[in-house]
C-alpha cells in the first residue's frame, strides 16, 4: 500500500508501475526502489541486484557455502572459548541440524545435542530423527519425551501468538532442567534462520512489522540463563542447505521439508488436545505418502494438513455427518520469504482427498489452499 508520490530534490524517477507513479528513482549513484528485488516474485530481480552489487557499487561475490563455514566456525570457537560446553536444540530438521553440525566443527565433544519429543511431530517423526541422526551424525544426542508438559501448557489455548509463548517458554524449562542432570552447559545452540529474526520483529529491526513470532526467537522467556548460540541467525533457507551440504550433511537431513518448531499446535486452528493431534497426524501422513507415491516430493518445498476448527454437513453411505473440514497445504519456494501454491495434478489431489475422508475419523471434507506468500503464509497460524 505504500507510495512515493513526490519525487525528493534533484532525483529523476527512472521507473513507474500502474501502482506507483515511482516505481524507481535515482540522482547520481544513488538508486531507490519502490518494490521488493530479492523476492521470487520479481521478474529480473536477481539481475536487478546483481547490476547495482558488481556494475555499479563495484563489489565482488566472495560468499562461499565453504568461507561461510570457515568464517562460522571461528565465530562459535571465539564466542564459546576453550572450555564451555554447549547444549543444542535438535529438531531432526536441516536448519537445527546444521547448526548442530557446525557447532561440533567448532567445539567437538563439548556439544551435547537434546532431542525434545513435544508430542506436536508428525507421524513417525521422532523415531526417524533418532535413527537419521544416530545414522549420519558422529555426536552427541539425547532424546527426552516431554509431550505430557506441552500438552498441559496448550490445554484450551486457541491463540496462535499464545502457543508459540508457551511452547518456546516450555522448550527452555525442559532444556535447563536437562542441562542440569548432564552437566554445566554455559550456551544454547538454536537452528535459527533469518526468516524467523524478519517475521518475528526482533529489537535489532525496531521498525519491522511482526507477522508471527518464531517460538525460538520472540517465544524465549526473559530470564533464559543460557547465552544463545545461532550461527544461521542471517542465512536463508536455501543458503543453509548450500552449507549442509559443504559441511557433508545426508541428503535426507539437507532437503528433508521444513517444519515450524511449535510443530502441528500451529497446524490445528483452536484448541490443541490428543484426539485432534491424533486426526492432523493421520491426515498428514496422507498427504505426504501421495506426493512421495507421485514422485513429487523434492518438487514441493512444503506439503501439509490443516485442522480446520470448522464442520460441516455431509453424507457417508446412506447417512447424514457434520464432521472436520481438512486443508490441504503445499507451496513451492526458494527462500520461504515468498512462495507460490504448488498446482498438484487433480488426480493425485483426488487421491489425497479420498483416502483423507475414508481412513480419517471425523473427517468429511478436504480443501485445497491456493493462496500465495504474500498474501498469505505459508502456515496457517
Known amino acids: 500500500g505504500d507510495r512515493v508520490s513526490k519525487l525528493p530534490e534533484g532525483f529523476a524517477a527512472l521507473a513507474t508501475s500502474d501502482n506507483a507513479p515511482v516505481a524507481a528513482m535515482g540522482r547520481g549513484n544513488l ?4 518494490f521488493h528485488p530479492e523476492v521470487a516474485h520479481t521478474p529480473q530481480g536477481s539481475r536487478i541486484l546483481a547490476n547495482f552489487l558488481f556494475n555499479i557499487a563495484d563489489l565482488r561475490a566472495t560468499w562461499t557455502a565453504e568461507s561461510f563455514v570457515r568464517g562460522a566456525v571461528e565465530q562459535i570457537r571465539s564466542a564459546v572459548g576453550d572450555d564451555a560446553r554447549v547444549l543444542c536444540g535438535l529438531s531432526g530438521g536441516v536448519d537445527s541440524s546444521v547448526a548442530a553440525a557446525l557447532v561440533h566443527r567448532a567445539i567437538g565433544e563439548r556439544l551435547t545435542c537434546l532431542f525434545v519429543d513435544n508430542g506436536l511431530l508428525r507421524q513417525g517423526e521422532a523415531g526417524e530423527v533418532i535413527d537419521t541422526f544416530g545414522r549420519n551424525m558422529q555426536m552427541s ?41 548432564l552437566g ?37 522467556p526473559s530470564d533464559l540463563r543460557f547465552k544463545l548460540v545461532e550461527p544461521l541467525r542471517y542465512l536463508f533457507k536455501d543458503e543453509v542447505r548450500r552449507v549442509g551440504l559443504e559441511l557433508g550433511l545426508p541428503e535426507e537431513i539437507v532437503w528433508r521439508q521444513p517444519f515450524p518448531g511449535p510443530g502441528l499446535a500451529v497446524r490445528i486452528l483452536g484448541p490443541v488436545n490428543r484426539e485432534r493431534l491424533d486426526t492432523l497426524r493421520t491426515a ?67 487421491r489425497i482427498s479420498s483416502r483423507i475422508v475414508n481412513e480419517v475419523r471425523n473427517v468429511n471434507r478436504v480443501v485445497y489452499d491456493i493462496t500465495s506468500k504474500p498474501p498469505a503464509t505459508i502456515e496457517w497460524e
Open 141 to 181: 544426542l539425547v532424546p527426552v519425551d516431554a509431550s505430557y508438559r506441552f500438552l498441559e501448557a496448550l490445554s484450551g489455548v486457541s491463540d496462535p501468538e499464545q502457543k508459540r509463548r508457551l511452547i518456546g517458554n516450555t522448550f527452555i524449562r525442559v532444556f535447563e532442567e536437562e542441562a542440569l542432570q
Open 31 to 34: 538508486l531507490g526502489l519502490q
Open 184 to 220: 554445566e552447559f554455559e550456551f544454547l545452540a538454536q537452528g535459527t534462520v533469518y526468516p524467523d529474526v524478519i517475521e518475528s520483529a526482533t529489537p535489532e529491526r525496531p521498525s519491522a512489522a511482526r507477522i508471527k513470532t518464531h517460538h525460538n526467537v520472540g517465544g524465549l
Open 284 to 350: 498428514d501422513a496422507i498427504v505426504r505418502a501421495e506426493l512421495r507415491n507421485a514422485g513429487l516430493e523434492r518438487d514441493i518445498w512444503q506439503a501439509f494438513a490443516v485442522l480446520l476448527p470448522v464442520q460441516s454437513v455431509g453424507v457417508m453411505g446412506d447417512f447424514r455427518t457434520y464432521a472436520d473440514a481438512v486443508a490441504v497445504r503445499a507451496v513451492t519456494s526458494v527462500d520461504g520469504m515468498t512462495a507460490d501454491w504448488a498446482q498438484i495434478p487433480y488426480d493425485v489431489l483426488g
